[in-house]
């Protein structure tokens, strides 16, 4: 089963990723709403999957922070950890780091368990629910 994390501060917006993933497939996932708590979970455990917001808060009772996203991806980075990730959020934002799969978009349920499909399976991540 995959593991996934998910960053994401938005409740609606979470849970219309879960249920779009668990419509395509199985999987484990962990849910985090700042930086701190994303990054203290990839510190401890270990995920196939990281699915990422852009705009969320530094540390729980903080404000949104912009690019918060960006920071995690720097986090990884220097940190050599081994994952691939897909950025989640309302705005689109290409990032040119190699295990940044692809972005997508978020405006709502509609469409997100077929883009996340798209992606799990370009990637040969794993074998989507027919």
């Known amino acids: 089963m ?9 409740i609606y917006k979470g849970e ?4 779009a993933l668990a419509d395509i ?33 530094l540390t729980d009772g903080g404000k949104e922070y912009p690019d918060c996203g960006m920071l995690v991806l720097k986090w990884i980075e220097e940190n050599n950890y081994d994952i691939s990730v897909i950025v989640c959020s309302t705005v689109y934002r290409s990032i040119n780091k190699s295990f940044v799969l692809d972005s997508i978009v978020y405006e709502g349920r509609e469409g997100l368990a077929e883009e996340f499909k798209i992606i ?9 629910r027919e």
């Open 25 to 57: 497939g199985e999987y484990d996932i962990v849910w985090s709403k700042t930086k701190e708590a994303g990054i203290r979970m990839l510190s401890q455990m270990e995920f196939d999957l990281l699915v990422l917001d852009m705009y969320f808060p």
């Open 2 to 10: 995959l593991k996934i994390l998910m960053i994401e501060d938005s």
């Open 120 to 128: 799990l399976e370009a990637y040969n991540i794993m074998s989507a």
């Open 16 to 19: 219309d990723i879960q249920r």
